[in-house]
């Protein structure tokens, strides 16, 4: 293990990771106190007729939405604001490997010392995958703390401990496939713009498939299908078969990563 | 003989249909300064990573200390510091910062204290922001981070781009000292006086191809010469072998005389003639190119 070069990465990482906690902090909080303040229960009762299959569909659940502040939790951690944020700073992280450091013409510096790329690889995934748990896990406990403050009668806090690991390993997947795309082009722009586009076509696979039963079968290759703290906060089981499908995918792009990077030209 | 820093095989490397290196077989002995000179996308830059293990080679080796760069990368690679030609640093981190963390793989970063000083980079201008520093600052912080770790070998690419005169001689200064304790140093170039100034032997690459490999002091022996003389009156032109005589349009009585190697004929018929003034370029890069180019012409032609 190389203390400098864990050092020198947290120093390069820590501004962008404070200033999305934050803003994950802040957003939580702001969602407690509005379903705090208002009568949120009653006003989704009376939503228009539909309404509860778009909600159903954004939650990626099934069945009969009970309008409880799990279902509302839910809501916050599937808030297309905090994904957006989630999965372009999960990408940024994984560009940071190769393809930023081939982009800025730094890469002839690092991958010159005295260490394999397999190392220099464990070294980075150390960092991002640290600061994604960090930042994760604070937002799960956020929700979980915010709830009690406002005495709003939250799930047990276990039950937000395994949605913030479920919601940490989706990032890990997000990192993992930014590590494989970054295995193969040249700039982070690339890498962050290629992700985003992936997600942001798995986001609508799965928001269109919870509508559209003909699209519905796609929805298996939606990362976002994976990713249900509501379940979680049910305590259903479908919570760690989801969370073990999203390491599946973490792992073998992180995997396939080692593989690329070994037979890269680094130029 | 003495054993070798740097020894490569028929390296050869293709880029999608475009030749970068074909079949470099050099061999450096340890303990000498070698030039690697050519012109820009000659190579040198190609032959370097490969040297390093950075790319891989289409086919052929190399090896260093006797590692070979594709098997044992990270061994060869503690034996070096390294200047790349394209030298970028992490820009939100201070210069201070970006040498900790390159000579964090080492164990010992013994030279540092005098490259610094050689480099002429105070504490001040090592802990601003290295977006902040100039061309000039960035190959400084370049060389130091190169050196700091007293490798046994040094590969720089292209090392006084963007330094300033006083810099220069100081770098010069202490590349000289640090092969008197034994390092080896591999430079590449496209500046002739860098060579002549270091190197004992140098390895002249064009297109892809070492044209070359010939001591410092061969080179200078075939070095082309160019005098232009404007005489004062109409003079005969001497009849010496090996110069090549033209004449000159832009004044009266005006030639332009090219030579390698000895000047002495020359020089000698000039004394005897009324000349009014002698401008002498001194021989450049592409000349010398040429030079090889025509010889091995002539040799692939026997």
């Known amino acids: ?267 | 003989m003495k054993s070798l820093a740097i020894m490569t095989d028929n390296l050869t490397k293709h880029y999608r249909g475009v030749q970068a290196l074909t079949d470099l077989s050099l061999a450096v002995e340890q303990g000498s300064i070698f030039g690697f000179l050519g012109a820009n996308g000659a190579g040198k830059t190609t032959s370097i990573r490969l040297l390093l293990g950075l790319i891989r080679p289409t086919s052929g080796s190399s090896q260093i200390f006797g590692l070979d760069a594709q098997t044992a990368g990270v061994k060869l690679r503690s034996q070096v510091g390294y200047l790349p030609g394209e030298l970028s640093f992490y820009t939100n981190v201070s210069g201070q910062e970006v040498l900790d963390m390159l000579g964090s793989f080492y164990k010992s970063l013994s030279w540092r204290k005098e490259a610094c000083e050689a480099m002429e980079m105070s504490e001040a201008d090592l802990w601003r922001k290295t977006r902040e520093y100039s061309t000039g600052m960035k190959q400084k912080l370049g060389i130091i981070q190169a050196v700091q770790h007293a490798p046994p070998l040094l590969i720089l690419d292209e090392p006084t781009r963007g330094l300033d005169p006083l810099i220069q001689r100081n770098f010069f200064e202490l590349m000289e000292r640090i092969n008197k304790r034994g390092t080896t140093i591999f430079m590449s170039t496209h500046v002739l006086t860098e060579v002549e100034r270091l190197c004992a032997n140098v390895g002249i690459i064009r297109a892809g191809r070492l044209l070359v490999v010939e001591s410092v002091a061969n080179i200078r022996k075939q070095r082309i010469h160019r005098l232009e003389v404007v005489f004062s009156r109409p003079v005969q032109p001497p009849n010496i072998t090996a110069v090549k005589i033209s004449l000159n349009g832009q004044f009266e009585n005006s030639y332009a005389f090219e030579t390698s190697g000895n000047l002495e004929p020359l020089l000698s018929y000039l004394s005897q003639q009324p000349v009014d003034s002698i401008v002498c370029e001194r021989a450049k890069l592409d000349d010398i190119f040429l030079h090889y180019y025509a010889k091995e012409g002539i040799e692939s032609r026997e």
Not at chain 1, 32 to 56: C, I, K, T, V
Request: hydrophobic share 55%.
């Open chain 1, 1 to 267: 293990m190389n203390s400098g070069l864990i050092y020198f990465k947290l120093r390069q990482n820590y501004r962008t990771a404070t200033y999305v906690t934050l803003g994950f902090f802040v957003f939580g909080l702001m969602m407690l106190a509005a379903y705090n303040a208002f009568d949120m229960q009653s006003m989704m009762g009376e939503m228009p007729p539909g309404s509860e299959d778009l909600m159903r569909a954004m939650l990626g659940t099934k069945g009969v939405l009970m309008w409880d502040i799990g279902t509302f939790l839910a809501m916050a951690w599937r808030h297309p604001i905090i994904l957006v944020m989630l999965v372009g700073w999960a990408a940024s992280l994984g560009s940071g490997y190769a393809a930023k450091e081939i982009g800025e013409k730094t890469a002839d510096l690092l991958f010159a010392r005295p260490m394999s790329r397999a190392k220099l690889l464990w070294h980075d995934l150390l960092i991002a995958a640290s600061l994604l748990f960090a930042c994760t896990m604070f937002f799960s406990l956020t929700l979980y703390f915010g709830a009690q403050f406002f005495a709003l009668n939250p799930p047990a806090l276990s039950a937000f401990v395994v949605a913030g690991l479920q919601y940490f390993v989706f990032a890990l997947a997000v990192l993992g496939i930014s590590y494989l795309v970054g295995a193969f082009v040249r700039d982070a722009k690339t890498v962050v713009a290629t992700v985003g586009g992936i997600f942001a076509a798995m986001y609508t696979i799965e928001l269109v498939g919870g509508l559209w039963d003909a699209i519905e079968p796609l929805k298996t290759f939606s990362l976002f299908t994976y990713l249900t703290p509501h379940s979680a906060l049910t305590k259903a089981s479908s919570a760690w078969t989801d969370l073990y499908i999203l390491l599946a995918v973490a792992t073998v792009s992180i995997g396939l990563t080692y593989i690329l990077m070994e037979r890269r030209d680094l130029s």
